[in-house]
Nanobody, 124 residues
Framework: QVQLVESGGGLVQAGGSLRLSCVAS????????MGWFRQIPGKEREFVAA????????YYADYKEGRSTISRDNAKNTVYLEMNNLKPEDTAVYYC?????????????????WGQGTQVTVSS
């Protein structure tokens, strides 16, 4: 069992930056690939970024590439999402998720554990 707790969300002006953090419980964090997803009210949850268990491979949604950086610190059981040049359309609840195994890193169905989410609001 893995428990995930996100933090770092908040209100930011357009063009600003935020760094989200997700801390995982348990001693097997380094076995899990980690992902970030977001959900805009009235829309389906969508992929933002993911990182392999070692941190050696990172994956990004097309609309986020170049504006976001995912990273992890296995010694701290933490995964990060650095977001730059934020836009009002980035306003959403951001969730981190953990998964074992291989497969589509962008699919919500491949993830085994989810956090409760952190709200990001970008004002224009």
């Amino acid at each position: 069992q893995v428990q995930l707790v996100e933090s770092g969300g908040g209100l930011v002006q357009a063009g600003g930056s935020l760094r989200l953090s997700c801390v995982a419980s348990g001693r097997t964090f380094s076995r899990y690939a980690m992902g970030w997803f977001r959900q805009i009210p009235g829309k389906e949850r969508e992929f933002v970024a993911a990182i392999s268990w070692s941190g050696g491979d990172a994956y990004y949604a097309d609309y986020k590439e170049g504006r976001s950086t995912i990273s992890r610190d296995n010694a701290k059981n933490t995964v990060y999402l650095e977001m730059n040049n934020l836009k009002p359309e980035d306003t959403a609840v951001y969730y981190c998720a953990a998964r074992l195994g291989k497969g589509d890193m962008g699919s919500i169905f491949e993830y085994d554990y989810w956090g409760q989410g952190t709200q990001v609001t970008v004002s224009s």
